[in-house]
């Protein structure tokens, strides 16, 4: 019993160290890709498509999110950890997407005059910031979910749930309020 508290106690720490590592290299590298000189040549246009796939599938994320809550509260903890899962397996094919789009293309600057424009750099630094910071929390409350630490879970996913779907619902809004001003 005690070999295996120990085993599990090491592979827990291995596992942490690599949830840290991941919540600090990738926001340094859309960090780098957004702001590097030179782009990705990718050969082609495909990647223009890109910003249209990401606001889908932060659609769909946000929708597994909010079932994966209604799961919980009805206490149908399959269904809840099956809705949480595809919003993380989503949630990691877009930040490949994301990645893909900003290493090969030019950002997109947003054209809106007037009140508007306020509102959409509030609402992207908002979404940006929290962005940059929701990998972390999100990494750790999957974790403990997935290997069934509920207290551990419960305590984080009160932070790391809001932030999530926030991030998904703005990052929607902020791709509907810039997509007239995309070139391609």
């Known amino acids: ?81 099956a809705s949480m899962t595809v919003a993380f397996v989503l949630g990691a094919i877009f930040l490949v997407s994301y990645v893909i789009y900003h290493g090969a293309a030019e950002s997109t600057s947003f054209g809106g005059e ?9 609402l992207l630094i908002s979404h940006i910031l929290f962005a940059a910071i929701a990998l972390f929390p999100i990494l750790f409350a999957y974790y403990y979910g997935y290997t069934d630490q509920r207290e551990k879970h419960r305590k984080l996913v009160k932070f790391a749930y809001p932030i999530w779907l926030y991030v998904t619902i703005t990052g929607v809004v902020v791709y509907l309020m810039i997509s007239p001003y995309y070139i391609h």
């Open 1 to 81: 019993m005690e070999t295996s508290k120990t085993t599990l106690m090491q592979n827990e720490r291995k596992v942490k160290n690599w949830i840290i590592a991941i919540s600090v290299i990738i926001p340094v590298a859309v960090a780098v890709l957004l702001f590097m000189p030179a782009k990705v040549d990718v050969g082609s246009d495909w990647v223009y498509f890109l910003p249209h796939l990401n606001a889908v599938i932060n659609s769909a994320a946000t929708i597994a999110l909010i079932f994966g809550l209604v799961f919980i509260k009805k206490k149908n903890i399959p269904f809840h950890k």
């Open 114 to 122: 007037g009140w508007i424009r306020p509102v959409y750099y509030g």
